[in-house]
């Protein structure tokens, strides 16, 4: 019983199977001789089952395309991250212009008592006005801008100057000179 598997395979009337001999792998561009002496490079090239076809020289790896669609990806992202940056940047600097422009400009009266109706981001929005200030915001003497949620009454040249410095922040300046779209007056109280 302390025969090995070999031995009793050998006894079982199995051969042992011939050493085969490893050959040089070839690189790829330099021709091995062959054992006749001709070089094995010319003419077709030899592929045993298992060697990977040859690769041309536009051929990239695998590993090596997925490498750099990953990189191009994470380029692009943070590319992308920068300009977000940048808008907000932006953004917040224009606000800071307008909130400066803005600062004591408005002709808010804590009296008044007439609401002046107007169309803002798809809804009707509302101000309050007083007697006076009501035919000059119809007028165009007056506008209202909105900063930080609120709408402000200001002078036509402070809308102006706010509107250059943020466009959506200008919500209502009337030209008397303009053909109405419908048939309701401005200065109509509802």
């Given at each position: 019983m302390s025969d090995s598997l070999r031995d009793q395979l050998l006894k079982a009337g199995f051969k042992p199977a011939p050493k085969v001999q490893a050959k040089p792998q070839s690189r790829p561009g330099k021709p091995q001789p062959h054992k006749h002496g001709k070089p094995q490079g010319q003419g077709k090239p030899a592929q045993s089952g298992n060697a990977?076809?040859?690769?041309?020289?536009?051929?990239?790896?695998?590993?090596?395309?997925?490498?750099i669609r990953h990189q191009r990806e994470r380029e692009d992202k943070a590319r992308e991250q920068r300009e977000i940056e940048q808008r907000a940047k932006?953004?917040?600097?224009?606000?800071?212009?307008?909130?400066?422009?803005?600062?004591?400009a408005g002709q808010n009266a804590a009296d008044?008592?007439?609401p002046r109706h107007f169309p803002h981001h798809n809804k009707i929005r509302r101000i309050y006005v007083?007697?006076?200030?009501?035919?000059?915001?119809?007028?165009?003497?007056l506008a209202v801008v909105q900063l930080a949620g609120r709408y402000l009454l200001v002078t036509r040249e402070v809308a102006l100057a706010a509107?250059?410095?943020?466009?959506?922040?200008?919500?209502?300046?009337c030209d008397p000179h303009a053909a109405a779209d419908d048939d309701v007056p401005a200065d109509l109280v509802w």
């Open positions: 990977p076809a040859p690769r041309e020289k536009g051929d990239i790896d695998l590993a090596k395309a997925y490498a932006e953004k917040r600097e224009r606000r800071q212009k307008l909130a400066a422009l803005l600062n004591g008044a008592d007439i007083s007697a006076e200030q009501l035919p000059r915001l119809n007028g165009g003497e509107q250059a410095i943020d466009e959506e922040a200008l919500v209502l300046l």
